[in-house]
């Protein structure tokens, strides 16, 4: 076996070895690939709106010069160009940025004009871009123009073999107008599109007042403006608070009309989905819902959908409201959907941070100046560059003969002539350049007239140069050329989303479409139950099975709720309307409900969430619980008093007064205060009496200066105004009942809770 060698280091890679905290190491290097993410792929330009992939699409496209008035290329013409020159990442990423800027139903403004397949609002993806092809959008040239005048900066290519540009010059603002969304390393960002037009007339308001709130600029941005339309419900406060912080969301409703049918019959047709809601999916989903029962006012759904989207909803009864309906299907479906906000972007520096509204439009204003300050700058020096020539030329004119001369007979002929009137090498080498077919005078003419041009063009360049509010308007005039093509009134720019108040309709879905009667609702000793029609006080024309009758008869409605209270400390929710008729004896309770075999109810009433109950256990224990917090979601039930052993639940009474009266099975009377007893949503309960033998026997609540009153054991109800010897403490043993107290040991012989 070979030894290796003692000295690592001169073996190592490299010749070296660097010793580091796997901690600091870890830390550096998920930093530098987060600052990556972050800046080279989720987060956009403030200044031009585009991420760096969507940036290089349009840049090598302008490379190939696929502008809107030339023919289409290939899609993998353009995706090779990018992926080889500019963008080193996979193909698929690059075509799916590239079909997204395409659809018209992802880009409010697209970008890219594509032929071919390229997906649509079903979620059918694009075809292979072997299939496709692309050119730029109007909108794409107003991003591009000036890019070849010196308008932004450029940096090498990954490989160092191009230049890319850092940002587009941009007069189109394209970060509001077509949004962008992405997820980064520790942040992300949600942008929703705007109104081209809007967004020009807010930046124009913002060049007259720097200052302007967020309030001014919000009469011109009325809110998002989404490509596939809808109906935006989110309150105008709500949207105030979210333009002011930059972060915030806006509730889109899928918009929809009715059209009446024959017989009184309608139906509910949807022409406009929320954004980036996949129409497919969306079927699916209402289509599940009917199946499953969870719309069960819905009797049908249908996709007419063209060109244009068509979504027919039918109702199961022409009686139902189809504002109630529509109300009840935003609530599960997607036809109402939240588009969140969060404006996080990358700002002049390359910084990631969330802007508001404001600081979105003067940055892109901001960035519009510095374009003109530096086109202007370069077309300023091509200026002085030609004028430098021209001047030359024109001297050449003045002295036709020397100049000849110099040329016919001198050595050097470009020295002389610099020397002769003083020109600069490149006049005399323009002098030398030129033909003798333009020594006539026409061409002196036109030259002349040429020099003029270019110095009046020269100082209006300067004094524009010279003058910040010169400068202003003239970004005022390119910002108003971009809304006049965007504007209102044309096809492309006018507003496709509106705006509304969501109707003011509290809507419970387990009830909204239940037809409402009254029924009296029967439970049994044996457990069956049944709800019969109308309300009913009689019980004795009520058939029960052999060796039954009834134990609870309560009165309701079928939009109603019940609520039982079993021994095992649990309750049930059952909807009063899928009980079963009064034909027959009912059905048993326990196949609505899970409830143990060994555990009988305690308590049948109906959903009061305003009310608070008193619970207790056969074991002397117990407290308050509000009835809204005992409402079961499940057939299991909601387990709420703690019972072990052989203890179970006894009673569940309504807190009614200002003391609780307990009494054991020793007939021992404890009045004390209610508020001894906590409210508490689950538990075994504080002590309620003590007993040195057996448990509580029943429990109630009363007015202690109104008395308590008891059933003697003739039946008849004695009320008792001096309770003073029982009143005590909680958790005391208490004292012995009065004479004449019932001796089945309870204050009522009736336990129900109604």
Not at 254 to 279: F, M, N, S
Not at 665 to 683: A, H, T, V, Y
Request: proline fraction near 5%.
């Amino acid at each position: 076996m070979a030894t290796p060698p003692s000295d690592t280091s001169e073996n190592a890679i490299g010749g070296r070895i660097i010793e580091e905290n796997i901690d600091d190491a870890l830390s550096s290097r998920y930093l530098a690939y987060a600052l990556s993410t972050i800046t080279q792929r989720a987060l956009p330009d403030v200044r031009d709106g585009l991420k760096p992939v969507h940036r290089r699409l349009l840049f090598a496209m302008r490379e190939l010069k696929l502008n809107p008035d030339t023919a289409h290329k290939k899609c993998a013409r353009i995706i090779g160009e990018v992926m080889g020159r500019y963008h080193p990442h996979g193909d698929a990423s690059i075509y799916d940025a590239l079909v997204k800027l395409s659809q018209s139903f992802s880009a409010r403004y697209p970008l890219v004009d594509g032929q071919g397949n390229f997906g649509n609002i079903d979620g059918d993806s694009a075809a292979a871009m072997r299939y496709t092809e692309a050119r730029m959008t109007p909108a794409a040239s107003l991003l591009l123009e000036g890019i070849a005048e010196d308008a932004v900066d450029f940096k090498p290519t990954y490989n160092e073999e191009d230049q890319e540009p850092v940002v587009l010059p941009a007069a189109f603002p394209n970060l509001l107008a077509n949004g962008s969304t992405g997820i980064a390393v520790g942040m992300a960002t949600s942008i929703p599109p705007h109104n081209a037009a809007e967004l020009c007339n807010a930046a124009l308001h913002l060049i007259k007042s720097p200052g302007a709130r967020i309030e001014t600029l919000m009469d011109h941005v009325l809110g998002p403006d989404f490509p596939t339309g809808g109906v935006i419900v989110e309150p105008k406060e709500n949207m105030l608070e979210a333009y002011k912080s930059g972060r915030g969301g806006f509730r889109v409703r899928a918009k929809w009309t009715t059209e009446k049918l024959d017989r009184g019959q309608y139906q509910i047709v949807v022409t406009e989905i929320p954004y980036q809601v996949q129409k497919s999916r969306l079927i699916e989903k209402l289509a599940e819902i009917i199946e499953t029962k969870k719309a069960p006012w819905l009797a049908d759904i249908r996709d007419e959908s063209a060109e244009d989207i068509r979504i027919v909803l039918e109702p199961k009864s022409k009686n139902i409201d189809p504002d109630l309906l529509m109300e009840s299907l935003f609530k599960i479906s997607d036809l109402e959907n939240r588009f969140s906000m969060n404006l996080n972007v990358l700002d002049a520096t390359g910084t990631p941070r969330v802007m508001d509204l404001r600081d979105c439009l003067r940055a892109f204003l901001d960035h519009r100046r510095e374009v003109l300050q530096r086109r202007s700058g370069q077309r300023l020096g091509k200026i002085i560059d030609r004028m430098e020539i021209l001047e030359g030329l024109l001297t050449a004119y003045l002295n036709i003969d020397e100049v000849i001369r110099i040329v016919r007979f001198e050595d050097d002929p470009k020295a002389s002539l610099m020397t002769s009137f003083d020109l600069t090498e490149r006049q005399a080498e323009a002098i030398l350049n030129m033909r003798l077919r333009a020594l006539n005078k026409l061409k002196e003419v036109e030259i002349r007239g040429e020099h003029d041009e270019l110095a009046a063009e020269k100082a209006s360049i300067e004094a524009l140069l010279a003058s910040e509010d010169s400068q202003w308007k003239t970004i005022a005039e390119e910002v108003r050329h971009t809304r006049d093509v965007y504007g209102l009134k044309t096809e492309i720019g006018a507003r496709r989303s509106q705006f509304a108040l969501a109707p003011d309709i509290e809507i419970d879905l387990s009830t909204a479409f239940i037809t409402k009667e009254p029924i009296t609702v029967i439970l049994s000793k044996k457990g069956w139950i049944r709800a019969l029609k109308g309300h009913i006080d009689d019980l004795s024309s009520v058939k029960f099975k052999d060796n039954d009758e009834a134990e609870y008869s309560v009165k309701c409605e079928t939009t109603d709720k019940l609520i039982m209270f079993s021994s095992n400390g649990k309750f049930y929710t059952i909807g009063a309307d899928k009980l079963p008729g009064g034909r027959g004896y009912g059905e048993p309770i326990r196949l609505m409900i899970d409830m143990e075999n060994d555990h009988l109810p305690v308590g049948l009433f109906v959903h009061n969430p305003e009310r608070t109950l008193i619970l207790a256990s056969n074991a002397g224990y117990g407290f308050r619980v509000n009835e809204a917090d005992v409402v079961a979601s499940t057939r299991g039930g909601k387990q709420t008093l703690n019972v072990k052993g052989d203890s179970e639940a006894l009673r569940c009474i309504e807190v009614q007064g200002d003391h609780i009266a307990t009494i054991g099975e020793n007939r021992k009377i404890l009045i004390f205060p209610i508020d001894e007893l906590p409210i508490m949503s689950r538990g075994k309960g504080v002590k309620l009496q003590s007993y040195k033998d057996g448990g509580l026997a029943d429990i109630t609540c009363f007015n202690f200066d109104d008395g308590l009153s008891f059933v003697d054991p003739s039946g008849r109800r004695n009320s008792v105004n001096d309770w003073n010897n029982c009143l005590g403490k909680r958790a005391g043993a208490g004292r012995m009942a009065p004479r004449g107290f019932a001796r089945a040991g309870t204050f009522s012989p009736d336990k129900r809770l109604s």
